[in-house]
């Protein structure tokens, strides 16, 4: 653990400054190949099991994300044998608040959520950083007795860690290892589709882009090259994935809500968008698809309550 893990720790103070900013930085860094990435983590039980990783939102408000894992561990009693960790997608606007060191990533505002390359130090995808993250987790030496890794987010998170089981490179080494991988999408305000079909009548001519990535798999970004459309479909199918949905996350008006027109096609609200995904996926698998739909009664659009809630536990520490 020590030989992957380099902790700098300093001040994270909150300033009015930082309105346009995060409002805390992450004091972790995870040392990847190019570059660092800031980071929350958790305190490493003596044995770990199972690693979460929780992808944070827009407001890349990663220690609340961190508190969140933390305390859902606790309540499934599963915090003796989880790590938890929060990574952080920096973008220049918190760069240019807080001091932070060359060496750490950012990106360039949320494009970190489509598998986007990062600004510096080094050009590198959004999905890459996940992957280099991932893999190290899989490494018998450092995390001999890991056996399951759950990439969850929620809102922005959650469509970032959709998209990423869709393009997301296969991990053979996590294979190997006999780890499991589970992936926990909560109340995102999209989906990436694999074709034309959306559940809402549009205009097409007014809504030229609606198969564009990231709603589509129109013009993927680099980090796809070299998988067609039909690789990303099978592979997407074959993955562990639980849809944790909000029964009240129903606002058409929510202010985080996409509203934009490729968004609309899919659904008036975040409930309703979700619910039609699930659909979608059943038809394109006929013959039964190996993924779950869980509904989350009396929660909204909070990321705490769906994730520490009875349901939330079961997504992501449930067998």
């Not at 915090?79 to 938890?84: K, M, Q």
Request: include cysteine; glycine fraction near 10%.
């Amino acid at each position: 653990m020590k030989k992957w893990l380099l902790v700098v720790l300093f001040t994270c103070a909150t300033s009015q400054a930082a309105e346009h900013g995060v409002k805390e930085l992450s004091s972790g860094r995870l040392l990847l190949k190019s570059g660092e990435i800031a980071v929350g983590i958790s305190p490493a039980p003596e044995k770990i099991e199972r690693v979460l990783i929780l992808i944070h939102g827009r407001l890349r408000n990663a220690q609340t994300y961190l508190q969140s894992g933390e305390h859902a561990a606790e309540l499934a009693g599963q915090s003796a044998t989880t790590l938890v960790i929060a990574p952080q997608f920096l973008n220049e606007t918190d760069v240019a608040v807080h001091p932070v060191a060359d060496t750490v990533l950012r990106w360039q505002g949320n494009e970190w959520m489509a598998g986007g390359e990062s600004t510096a130090p080094f050009r590198l995808s959004s999905y890459a950083a996940l992957d280099e993250i991932i893999a190290r987790l899989g490494d018998r030496q450092q995390f001999p007795q890991v056996k399951q890794i759950v990439i969850a987010g929620h809102s922005g998170g959650a469509q970032m860690v959709q998209r990423y089981a869709v393009l997301g490179h296969a991990q053979s080494g996590l294979d190997a290892a006999g780890v499991q991988v589970r992936y926990v999408i909560a109340n995102p305000s999209s989906y990436a589709y694999f074709d034309e079909r959306r559940p809402v009548a549009f205009s097409h001519a007014g809504c030229p882009d609606f198969n564009r990535w990231k709603y589509g798999l129109t013009d993927l970004p680099a980090y796809a090259e070299g998988q067609t459309a039909t690789q990303l479909q099978e592979s997407y199918l074959k993955r562990e994935i639980v849809y944790l949905l909000g029964q009240q996350d129903i606002d058409p008006n929510h202010p985080a809500l996409d509203k934009s027109c490729e968004a609309r096609a899919q659904g008036p609200y975040r409930l309703a968008r979700g619910r039609f995904y699930f659909d979608y996926l059943k038809r394109l698998q006929p013959q039964g698809l190996n993924q779950q739909l869980i509904e989350v009664p009396g929660v909204g659009h909070n990321g705490d309550g769906m994730f520490t809630s009875p349901e939330g536990q079961k997504a992501l520490f449930g067998p």
